[in-house]
């Protein structure tokens, strides 16, 4: 149609600038309601157009595309906290980092900070996390649980199971978890989560979900450093997976076992996580800021706490440590 028309030669002719619906209508010679249903119509024919309250519509170019927006998470999220107010950045040293201001400016429950690229993303113990532009899925979720600090560990397990049924759903890979914070597939690294909180001594203020997840890059992608341990959505699926889905699916995962944790407390999450886990019942050696234990990884506690028991026979509780599930597993 000639509105149809019309609107892509305005959208194309401004492709780095917003266009109001009054604008493009006026070009058009139409109503801002037949603006706004052809805009839908394009949008399901897979033109991906960016829409800004008070700015109006942008064209995505091909190269941008593949950037996350706003738009791209909402269409399509089924929640109803978790995720709906999003705050999308191209470069950010950390999401972490922006996520702990907005907790303090007191920004609501759910609230989910997004970047295309991380030029200082962190793991734990002040290790880095690499997250270079547009491959990869880089965000810190905001939540304010009214729970003791000593729960916030328990988050990330709860992360962790929600993670591993969003990669589940849209990719169809098996995905195990590594004690307390890895996500494997194939025993390559593919996401870490990092769980921070504001806190008393009494109570959780905020908590700040950092996840941190390869979905794109090819195995040649990764530093040299990594390009054997860690391993992306893509390579293992064996085709390009679309990071909004991911986002919108790990939301779901996530809100609903939250509601399930308030509810019912860690013990139904605790079940999910040991049937995802794959070091439980295994020989493995935690390191911790003490030195090295060896043994059979026996279980976690209520708490999340990993048990470990020696080879003597002695049961430790492991609260932080890296592991490494040992080659020669015994009987
Ligand atoms: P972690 O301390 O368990 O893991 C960090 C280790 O993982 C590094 O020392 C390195 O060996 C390896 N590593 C680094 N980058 C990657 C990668 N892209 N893929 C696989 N392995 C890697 C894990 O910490 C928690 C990471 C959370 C990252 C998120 S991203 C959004 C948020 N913002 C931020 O700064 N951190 C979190």
Redesign the pocket.
Known sequence: SKIRESLLVSLSAHQDEYLSGEQLAKEAGCSRTAIWKHIEELRKEGITIDSKRKKGYKLMQLSQQDNITETDILLGLQTTSLGRSIHHYDAVE???KIAHKLAQEHAPEGTLVIAEE?TA?????A?????PKGS?I???LLLRPELPPQKAPQFTLLTAVALVQAIEDICDVQVEIKWP??LLINNR?VT???TELQADSEQIHSLII???M?VNQKQEDFPK??VD??TSLAIEKGSEVSRAAIVQRTMYHLEKYYHLYMEKGFAPIKLLWESYAISIGRHITARTFNGSISGIASGITEEGVLLLEDDQGAVHSIYSADIEINPKNRE
């Not at 993303?121 to 113990?125: I, Q, V």
């Not at 290790?127 to 997250?131: C, F, L």
């Open positions: 950390s999401t972490q991380q993303g962190r793991g734990r113990m290790r880095s996390w690499h997250s990869g880089w965000m810190s914070n890895d690294k870490g989560i990092l950092g996840i941190g390869n450093e990594l341990i860690a």
